[in-house]
């Protein structure tokens, strides 16, 4: 646990959480969109800086609201990815409910930013639970990386956030949230919501706010909120996100995570010159992540590098993965309209986990015939081995 301190943020954006606020809530969903949840990551709150001054100066219609929030306001006024806590690693349900039982008085940086979001955030979610369509709950959470590269999506794999991902044509990740724990999409996109993030690019390049408005006008007519007519420049921010993408395959599994000891992260460096989504052989020296020059790490498989640490703080050294067809996306889309995981409890081996309808116990005995990638298929995605079963869970689809 992290020593609680008095909060001194004493700056003028630390004092906004809210970026803009346009729309109706009453007359559609809601599209939240946080950009700054990393504070040395300031591209997205410069697009929806961009984004409310336009829809005011041109007032179109929406059939909704578009919300936009910085995440953490006082690591953005630092400049600095965070104060005492990563925001971003800070919403599983345990963090939460044990925020919400503790003295604010007690709350470290983020902790103040996180009660702060959450009494934003758990109105809409609650409306959302209800199942009404125009009361839906959306999240677009906007970041950058040191390393840089082409943009990307991160998601759980769900078929609702599919469509949005594809929507903002670029590469997307899956199986992330097995390798990280408490995101902001996995809060939000819990029961079903869309929420995906956008890694607009590098951390300082010009072009990753330009990147992150394109996909905020895109997500605004893609959720239903705007017509695309009614989107300044609506070809033209398609156009950007497919010329930034191009060349990348457009799905990728994360398979490895360098997981960076805590006492080791501030000697962890990478090799200068990778970059994000780079073709890397087996065995390649990545990085050095202790103080003496025999600390090497290297590709544990040939895959694509993914998001290479290249800023001093930060536990995750780097991601590994490998591209997936989009044969296996439309098989998989089919399996899981026709709601496949119903049959497949149904097989000796296998039972649905008192979890929950999203949560499969496998005896790995007889179900050996089943593969990982089987259940990657219908979006389980994270397994982890109890009572001598394989539980494997996955997030709604909510069709
Ligand atoms: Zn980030």
């Known amino acids: ?18 970026i803009g606020r346009y729309g109706d809530a009453a007359a559609g969903p809601t599209l939240v969109v946080t950009g700054g949840v990393h504070g040395n990551e300031p591209a997205g709150v410069v697009a929806l800086g961009r984004v409310f001054r336009e829809l005011e100066q041109r007032r179109p219609s929406v059939r909704g609201q578009l919300l936009g929030l910085v995440g953490n306001s006082c690591a953005l006024a630092q400049s ?9 690693r800070v919403w599983t349900k345990t963090a939460v409910e044990q925020l919400r039982r503790q003295d604010p008085a007690r709350d470290h940086s983020e902790q103040r930013e996180q009660r702060e979001l959450l009494a934003i955030l758990d109105p809409l979610l609650a409306a959302a639970r209800d199942g009404d369509p125009r009361r839906r709950a959306l999240l677009l959470d906007l970041h950058s990386t040191s390393g840089g590269g082409p943009p990307f999506i991160v998601m759980g794999d769900t078929l609702q956030n599919r469509e949005l991902a594809f929507a903002l044509s670029a590469p997307v990740l899956l199986g992330l949230e097995e390798n990280i724990e408490g995101t902001l999409i996995e809060y939000f996109g819990a029961g079903g919501n869309v929420a995906i993030v956008l890694e607009g690019g590098q951390n300082e390049d010009p072009r990753t706010a330009d990147n992150h408005e394109s996909a905020i006008w895109i997500a605004l007519v893609t959720c239903g909120l705007l017509d695309a007519s009614a989107a300044p420049d609506y070809e033209r921010h398609r156009a950007r996100l497919r010329a930034a993408a191009s060349g990348v395959p457009n799905v990728i599994e994360v398979v ?31 990085a050095h992540d202790g103080p003496h020059a025999e600390a090497q790490v290297t590709a544990p498989f040939s895959g694509v590098l993914l998001m290479p640490r290249y800023q001093p703080k930060g536990l995750d050294g780097f991601f590994m993965g490998k591209t997936v067809e989009p044969f296996w996306l439309r098989v998989s889309a089919v399996l899981r309209k026709l709601r496949m995981e119903r049959v497949i409890s149904l097989l000796p081996g296998v039972q649905q986990n008192h979890h929950g309808p999203n949560t499969l116990a ?3 005995k007889i179900a050996r015939f089943f593969t990982l990638e089987f259940f990657h298929l219908l979006g389980y995605r994270k397994h982890v081995e109890h009572e001598q079963r394989l539980v494997f869970s996955r997030r709604d689809d909510r069709l």
Do not use: W, Y
């Open 80 to 88: 600095t990815r965070f104060v005492d806590e990563d925001m971003n």
């Open 362 to 364: 496998v005896d790995p």
């Open 256 to 286: 490895h995570r360098h997981d960076i000891e805590p006492h080791n992260e501030p000697h962890f460096r990478m090799i200068p010159g990778l970059k994000g989504f780079m073709q890397i052989e087996k065995g390649r020296l990545l």
């Open 1 to 18: 646990m992290v020593e609680p301190k008095p909060h001194a943020c004493a700056s003028p954006f630390a004092a906004g959480r809210e």
